[in-house]
């Protein structure tokens, strides 16, 4: 699965383009976008559509704007949680639901323009092993306003705000963050490849910290076995020697826990007793001709 976070200006297209990358992928993909979240959820108890950005330029609103953003947040990482457990993604209020986890898309669309606000959608796909990737709307800012200015009100920001914005537009970098740069001149087709083409690349990558991790945790395992081995024979030459008293005893039973201990691993025998080992141990120091 992978996480797309398709960030940029207002005004940029990131919900058209969103849109469209829905529709070209098919059932695999569900888009999310805070705008809809945000008024799902009425912060503002009022019935006409607002955006989330927007309540930034209502004094009465900026805090609420902060709280949407990590409810919007909370909400995903849900979904992504009740995926884990029930097999299954969706995000009120979208109806859809992403059945084939594998395979599956989730596309956010918001603003995205600091890092701080894409950090939470990163650490949610290293925490589910999900494939993380930004597409970064390169449009014009000209353009951008001009598209702005023709919108209703209420999800129209001020030039100021959208200037300010693309001023303090922090953009990722490919060293931190699976970044692709879409122009309003690129080809959708072409960006779906290259998604995919990501998306196949971090599959293959997390095959291999799986396989890796499976290694080590049977590493962890086998040592933890012979570790076990050792401290049970430890214990049976302790009692041994305590019950005899002897210090030519305790140096022959160091030698014959080796050497158990060596047989033990050559032959990949995992379970045994302490009552077992005791008169292995017996039989060993009997052999060297001690009685005990």
Request: proline share 4%; hydrophobic share 35%.
């Amino acid at each position: 699965m992978a996480l797309v976070l398709v960030m940029g200006i207002p005004g940029s297209g990131k919900t058209t383009l969103c849109k469209d990358l829905e529709a070209l992928i098919g059932p695999n993909a569900l888009r999310i976008s805070f705008d809809e979240v945000f008024a799902y959820c009425r912060v503002t108890g009022e019935a006409e559509p607002c955006s989330l950005l927007g309540c930034h330029e209502y004094t009465g609103y900026r805090s609420y704007a902060r709280l949407e953003r990590r409810i919007c947040e909370s909400m995903i990482r849900h979904g992504l949680n009740m995926m884990e457990t029930e097999g299954k993604f969706f995000v009120p209020p979208y109806e859809s639901v992403l059945w084939n986890i594998s395979d599956s898309f989730i596309i956010v669309d918001d603003i995205f323009y600091l890092q701080s606000m894409r950090r939470p959608f990163k650490r949610m796909a290293r925490a589910h092993s999900l494939c993380y990737i930004v597409v970064y709307m390169d449009t014009p800012i000209d353009v951008a306003i001009d598209r702005n200015s023709g919108r209703p009100p209420k999800v129209s920001i001020s030039e100021k705000t959208i200037r300010r914005i693309y001023e303090e537009m922090e953009i990722p970098s490919d060293s931190t963050e699976n970044v692709i740069r879409f122009t309003p001149s690129d080809s959708i087709e072409n960006l779906v490849a290259r998604i995919n083409d990501i998306r196949k690349q971090c599959g293959s990558v997390c095959l291999e910290k799986k396989a890796s991790h499976a290694r080590s945790a049977t590493a962890v395992a086998k040592n933890s076995i012979w570790q076990n081995l050792e401290q049970d024979l430890r214990k049976c030459v302790g009692e041994l020697v305590s019950e005899v008293k002897s210090k030519e005893l305790a140096v022959a039973s160091s030698a014959a826990k080796k050497q158990i201990i060596t047989e033990f691993r050559a032959s990949n025998r995992k379970e045994w007793d302490c009552l077992d080992l005791k008169s292995l141990l017996r039989s060993k120091l009997n052999d060297k001709g001690f009685k005990c």
